[in-house]
Nanobody, 121 residues
C-alpha cells in the first residue's frame, strides 16, 4: 500500500520561510515524478512545482523565484523550501507522486492528505 505523507506546514509571518516534506513509501518500484500543489480557500488546486525522475524541475511562474523543490532519492522524500512567503501563499499544500509498482508497469498517481500553510500579514 503506497503512502504519501506531508509535513512541515504551519503559521508563519509575512516574509518568513517554511520547509515542507513529503515522504512516499510502500510498494514503490520506481518514482516517475513528485510534485507540490496547493489549494487556497475558495480556489482550485494549482501546481506549485514538480520534479521528474531525471532531476528536472518545473515551477509555477509566480513561485519560481521564491520556492525551491528538491528530493532525496534514497528516502523517496520531496522537499519544498518556501522563502519570502506572502499572505496569498496561504493554502493547503498537497504532495503528488507518480509511481510504478513494478518494472514496466503502469503509472499510478497518489496524493497526500495535505499540510496547511498560513501566512499572516
Amino acid at each position: 500500500q503506497v503512502q504519501v505523507v506531508e509535513s512541515g506546514g504551519g503559521l508563519v509571518q509575512n516574509g518568513g520561510s517554511l520547509r515542507l516534506s513529503c515522504a512516499a513509501s510502500g510498494g514503490i518500484s520506481s518514482i516517475v515524478a513528485m510534485g507540490w500543489h496547493r489549494q487556497a480557500p475558495g480556489k482550485e488546486r494549482e501546481l506549485v512545482a514538480v520534479q521528474s525522475s531525471d532531476g528536472s524541475s518545473n515551477y509555477a511562474d509566480s513561485m519560481k523565484d521564491r520556492f525551491t523543490i528538491s528530493r532525496d532519492n534514497a528516502k523517496n522524500t520531496l522537499y519544498l523550501q518556501m522563502n519570502s512567503l506572502k499572505p496569498e501563499d496561504t493554502a493547503v499544500y498537497y504532495c503528488n507522486v507518480l509511481i510504478r509498482t513494478h518494472v514496466g508497469g503502469p503509472v499510478y498517481s497518489y496524493w497526500g492528505q495535505g499540510t496547511p500553510v498560513t501566512v499572516s500579514s
